[in-house]
């Protein structure tokens, strides 16, 4: 079992930046692939970006590609999503993902999940 807890969301108006951060405890964090999604209101959740066990490899939605930054520290069994430019469409839940195989969680097929935290983009 993995356990994920996020942390970092919060309001900020549009233009302006987070960092949200997810805290892995209970297997070795440097074995999975790691992810960032998000659910908005009456819509499905889907994967914003996605970083593999070592770091090298990373993945993000075309959405958000150039404004949002994926990373892990595996010292520190901590993953982050850093959002730059925020735009009002950013607005959702954003949930930690992780799952040992990269392709599982780009293909949203991730096994275990996080709580969730609320970004709030006020236009």
């Known amino acids: 079992q993995v356990q994920l807890v996020e942390s970092g969301g919060g309001l900020v108006q549009a233009g302006g930046s987070l960092r949200l951060s997810c805290a892995a405890s209970g297997r070795t964090f440097s074995n999975y692939a790691m992810g960032w999604f998000r659910q908005a209101p009456g819509k499905e959740r889907d994967v914003v970006a996605a970083i593999n066990y070592s770091g090298r490899s990373t993945y993000y939605a075309d959405s958000v590609k150039g404004r949002f930054t994926i990373s892990r520290g595996n010292a520190k069994n901590t993953m982050y999503l850093q959002m730059n430019s925020l735009k009002p469409e950013d607005t959702a839940v954003y949930y930690c993902?992780?799952?040992?195989?990269?392709?599982?969680?780009?293909?949203?097929?991730?096994?275990?999940w996080g709580q969730g935290t609320q970004v709030t983009v006020s236009s």
């Open positions: 993902a992780a799952d040992g195989a990269f392709s599982r969680v780009i293909t949203n097929a991730t096994g275990y």
